[in-house]
């Protein structure tokens, strides 16, 4: 190989190895009410938020997605939402690793119907778990012809999680879809971005701009190119985070 060749093969490896390294593994932010709420990021679509000594987790897997999470190795967990049945976000063995006696464990009416626990909740239910921590669930669906098979309108959830005022929205799998007009100050959003399941990225877009988060977190992305995220929402006053959730 030409030596040329072989010091832009080598810069280019470097230069993935140190964006991976930089890709920071988790974020913090502060409540309205002083409190600190630190999102760890695991996987795909797998998020694990740590509030007040409690530890919330939001579809997670071990190896139904690459790479493999030894759960055992997690907080118990205080708090599990499950936005659909789909494997690369419920799975049924990772699950009752993080059970603990008391964990209360949230799901659209499949899983539970599948996890023979928890509280199902649909689209519009909503929880009051203490008087600092409320959960709602909101639509999440395809809307393209042909892919609405994906996930049906009606059957999977999308959550916002509000802790001590801060609120966070997952949107699991969902495009665009017009309930997200509905959806108000958000501080913290996590949209999906990986067609044909999801959305485009300029779906993605269209949904940023129009739910205008504070901070947005595209996930789910598997190769979707998201740096163009960053880029085409340049001066929209919305703080895009590119962390790893191929």
Same mark, same amino acid.
């Given at each position: 190989? #030409?030596?040329?060749?072989?010091? =832009?093969?080598?810069?280019?490896?470097?230069?993935?190895?140190?964006?991976?390294?930089?890709? +920071?593994? !988790?974020?913090?932010?502060? @409540?309205?009410? $002083?409190? @600190?709420?630190?999102?760890?990021?695991?996987?795909? =679509?797998?998020?694990?938020? %740590?509030?007040?000594?409690?530890?919330?987790?939001?579809? &997670?897997?071990?190896?139904?997605?690459?790479?493999?999470?030894?759960? !055992?190795?997690?907080?118990?967990?205080?708090?599990?939402?499950? /936005?659909?049945? #789909?494997?690369?976000?419920?799975? +049924?063995?990772?699950? +009752?690793?993080?059970?603990?006696?008391?964990?209360?464990?949230?799901?659209? &009416?499949?899983?539970? !119907?599948?996890?023979?626990? $928890?509280?199902?909740?649909?689209?519009?239910?909503?929880?009051?778990? !203490?008087?600092?921590?409320?959960?709602?669930?909101? &639509?999440?669906?395809?809307?393209?012809?042909?892919?609405?098979?994906?996930?049906?309108?009606?059957?999977?959830?999308?959550?916002?999680?509000?802790?001590? $005022?801060?609120?966070?929205?997952?949107?699991?799998?969902?495009?665009?879809?017009?309930?997200? %007009?509905?959806?108000?100050?958000?501080?913290?959003?996590?949209?999906?971005?990986?067609?044909?399941?999801?959305? /485009?990225?300029?779906?993605?877009?269209?949904? =940023?701009? @129009?739910?205008?988060?504070?901070?947005?977190?595209?996930?789910?992305?598997?190769?979707?190119?998201?740096?163009?995220?960053?880029?085409?929402?340049?001066?929209?006053?919305?703080?895009?985070?590119?962390?790893?959730?191929?």
């Amino acid at each position: 190989m #030409h030596k040329l060749q072989t010091v =832009a093969i080598t810069a280019i490896l470097l230069l993935a190895a140190v964006a991976a390294k930089a890709a +920071p593994k !988790s974020d913090t932010f502060q @409540t309205p009410g $002083g409190k @600190t709420v630190t999102i760890n990021h695991i996987k795909h =679509a797998s998020i694990h938020i %740590e509030y007040d000594g409690r530890h919330i987790y939001i579809d &997670p897997v071990a190896a139904t997605v690459e790479p493999f999470t030894d759960v !055992s190795l997690l907080p118990k967990a205080s708090i599990m939402l499950i /936005t659909h049945e #789909h494997q690369d976000h419920y799975d +049924p063995i990772a699950v +009752p690793q993080m059970w603990i006696t008391n964990t209360a464990f949230y799901a659209n &009416p499949t899983v539970t !119907s599948k996890a023979h626990r $928890g509280i199902p909740m649909n689209n519009g239910d909503s929880i009051i778990f !203490s008087n600092d921590i409320k959960i709602w669930a909101v &639509p999440a669906y395809n809307t393209t012809p042909g892919r609405e098979k994906f996930h049906p309108k009606g059957r999977d959830n999308g959550y916002i999680l509000q802790l001590d $005022g801060l609120r966070i929205y997952i949107a699991g799998d969902t495009e665009d879809i017009p309930e997200m %007009e509905q959806l108000k100050d958000i501080d913290i959003a996590f949209l999906p971005c990986n067609q044909p399941y999801t959305m /485009t990225i300029d779906q993605l877009i269209k949904a =940023a701009t @129009t739910i205008k988060p504070r901070v947005l977190f595209p996930y789910h992305y598997s190769d979707t190119p998201v740096q163009q995220i960053r880029m085409k929402l340049a001066g929209s006053g919305i703080d895009v985070r590119i962390r790893d959730y191929k």
